[in-house]
């Protein structure tokens, strides 16, 4: 049974850095992209970064590039976001997620298969 689970979120001031981590089970992240995408207030589910299995590349989407850093530890099976400068627009939910399709493709509009819970960010004065 796929499991993952988000980790890591929390209040945390403008300018500020966050380390989310995401708790990966039954399934191996050898064989698997994975991927980070978050959901704001009112918003639409948007694709944030995306770790290829295939071509063994990190995609990030656009708007996040120089923000965020994506990361992997197969041996213990957990992927990590670390976000640095973030801004109240970043407080959303933010979720760990296995990719439908390709990694490219899932920075742009996120297409997937399992996720977790979520992770709730909130960035605030």
């Known amino acids: 049974q796929v499991q993952l689970v988000e980790s890591g979120g929390g209040l945390v001031q403008p300018g500020g850095s966050l380390r989310l981590s995401c708790a990966a089970s039954g399934f191996s992240l050898d064989n698997s992209a994975i991927g980070w995408l978050r959901q704001a207030p009112g918003k639409e589910r948007e694709g944030l970064s995306c770790?290829?299995?295939?071509?063994?590349?990190?995609y990030y989407a656009d708007s996040m590039k120089g923000r965020i850093t994506m990361s992997r530890d197969n041996a213990k099976n957990m992927v990590y976001l670390q976000m640095n400068d973030l801004s109240p627009e970043d407080t959303a939910v933010y979720y760990c997620?296995?990719?439908?399709?390709?990694?490219?493709?899932?920075?742009?509009?996120?297409?997937?298969?399992?996720w977790g819970q979520g992770t709730h960010v909130f960035v605030s004065a």
């Open positions: 770790i290829s299995n295939t071509d063994g590349r990190t």
């Open positions: 997620a296995t990719p439908e399709g390709r990694c490219r493709e899932f920075v742009i509009d996120p297409d997937f298969g399992s």
